[in-house]
């Protein structure tokens, strides 16, 4: 008799800890990591208030900024992106740069640290971020392949660019 009110016991104790584990879990995510766009565009978010958006080919995959130092207030043509370590790193084609058209540019934005940096150079670009405290060159992913990937999670998880790379090789 003991051992069976033990195990009703242990079995109600097993119950009430996955119940509570299962509220936890519940968290309340931001709208703004999960809406993918309008009826007429797609969107892909980076760190808030950030994100991707395509309207039409035209532009491709662009991104507003807040034009903390006067500069531009978007950057299009995106072809690379990744979000790595609070720091949002993007590639783009042909874009305005200061107001003038370039053929490629690399950014550096991070919301926290009220950054928003471009470089028409790759070196200048990795010669920033090891400044910024970067060890070794993040990997950007092509943001058609990104796309996909948000697609089909609902959710971006910058954290599993694993998951993301797996899926740009079997694009490839």
């Known amino acids: 008799m003991i051992t069976q009110l033990f195990k009703v016991f242990r079995l109600s104790?097993?119950?009430?800890?996955?119940?509570?584990?299962?509220?936890?879990?519940?968290?309340?995510?931001?709208?703004f990591y999960t809406e993918h766009g309008e009826w007429d565009s797609a969107r892909i978010p980076f760190i808030k208030p950030y994100e991707g958006v395509i309207v039409n080919e035209e532009n491709g995959w662009v991104m507003n900024l807040k034009a903390l130092k006067?500069?531009?207030?978007?950057?299009?043509?995106i072809r690379k992106a990744t979000v790595f370590n609070g720091f949002i790193l993007v590639h783009?084609?042909?874009?305005?740069?200061?107001?003038?058209?370039?053929?490629e540019s690399w950014w550096v934005v991070s919301?926290?640290?009220?950054?928003?940096?471009?470089?028409?150079?790759?070196?200048?670009?990795?010669d920033y971020l090891k400044m910024l405290g970067f060890k070794k060159k993040p990997r950007l992913h092509d943001i058609r392949v990104i796309a996909s990937y948000y697609e089909d999670h609902d959710m971006m998880d910058w954290?599993?660019?694993?998951?993301?790379?797996?899926?740009?090789?079997r694009k490839n």
């Open 111 to 126: 919301p926290s640290r009220k950054i928003e940096e471009g470089f028409s150079d790759e070196k200048q670009y990795w």
């Open 92 to 103: 783009t084609g042909s874009t305005l740069m200061m107001g003038v058209e370039i053929k």
């Open 13 to 31: 104790l097993l119950i009430a800890s996955l119940s509570a584990c299962s509220e936890n879990s519940k968290h309340k995510v931001d709208g």
């Open 70 to 77: 006067g500069g531009d207030s978007m950057l299009s043509h």
């Open 159 to 169: 954290d599993d660019t694993r998951g993301i790379s797996c899926l740009f090789e």
